[in-house]
């Protein structure tokens, strides 16, 4: 019998020792939330601006309106579709080991994953631009216009990345090494155009790792590394993928 590529899939998933998760903006879309570029993007409607750092500082109340009606009243509505469970099932499952994720808005964790380094941070959460104290978002906060710390009263600002920031060292190192130990990547919803966590796959694949990759259409990975294209929408091909692999334990 000639299997297809969700079997083939299944199959280096349960033979293999370390598999990771790769995901962005295309997981999150089927959660309704849109991806930032590209047709029907935000910021086809919003001008990215208002995530400039600079812009932030020297703008915290035009900011902040922007940021609360795009992250916390229409992001704070979605919630986890197939791909995110399916993800959470294969680590429950003893099968994967984490899930990298580009994504800020918290649904992988929400959907019962526990092993989850978010590479451009998490809009659920608050860090204090003076004290760094952090808090989880909450409506009490999110009431100031800008919120402010509880703890000594300066500008809080949402715990993910703006343009001017870095990468958060410890979700950049842990993503690092899970691209040096892992066997196979699971690269679902990112056309790999986002730098530096287009890279990561990348890395990955330097060091040997399978690449299975989830996505409607053919990305910048999928001609030079990937070696099981699943041509679909991720929450669609992700249930199948765990369903396979819950056939053949």
């Known amino acids: 019998m000639v299997q297809n590529n969700v079997q083939k899939a299944a199959d280096l998933i349960l033979h293999s020792e370390h598999v990771t998760g790769f995901t962005g903006a295309g997981v999150s879309v089927e959660s309704g939330i849109p991806p930032f570029r590209g047709e029907d993007g935000l910021w086809e409607k919003y001008d990215p601006g208002i995530l400039d750092l600079d812009f932030f500082y020297s703008n915290p109340e035009k900011s902040w309106s922007v940021i ?11 919630k986890p579709n197939n791909a995110h469970k399916a993800l959470a099932e294969l680590e429950d499952m003893g099968l994967l080991k984490s899930v990298i994720t580009q994504n800020i808005d918290n649904l992988h964790q929400e ?5 989850v380094y978010e590479f451009h941070g998490n809009s659920k959460k608050m860090v204090c631009t003076n004290c760094d104290s952090n808090y989880d978002v909450s409506n009490e906060i999110l009431r100031g216009n800008p919120p402010k710390c509880p703890q000594c009263g300066s500008l809080l600002k949402p ?17 690092v090494e899970e691209a040096q ?23 990955a694949k330097e060091n040997g790792t399978k ?9 910048l990975y999928t001609g030079q590394m990937t070696d099981i294209f699943l041509q679909g ?3 669609e091909k992700m249930k199948e993928l765990a369903d396979q692999v819950k056939l053949k334990i």
């Open 68 to 78: 609360k009606e795009i992250f916390y009243e229409f992001f704070g509505k979605a």
């Open 111 to 115: 959907a019962g994953s526990q092993v």
């Open 159 to 175: 715990d993910f990345i703006f343009f001017g920031e870095t990468i958060p060292e410890y979700a950049y190192k842990k993503s």
């Open 181 to 203: 130990n892992a066997d196979v990547f699971i690269v679902i919803g990112t056309m790999g155009e986002v730098v530096p966590a287009s890279l990561i796959p990348q890395m």
């Open 211 to 219: 690449i299975i990759e989830v996505n409607p259409t053919p990305s």
């Open 233 to 235: 929408r991720a929450g």
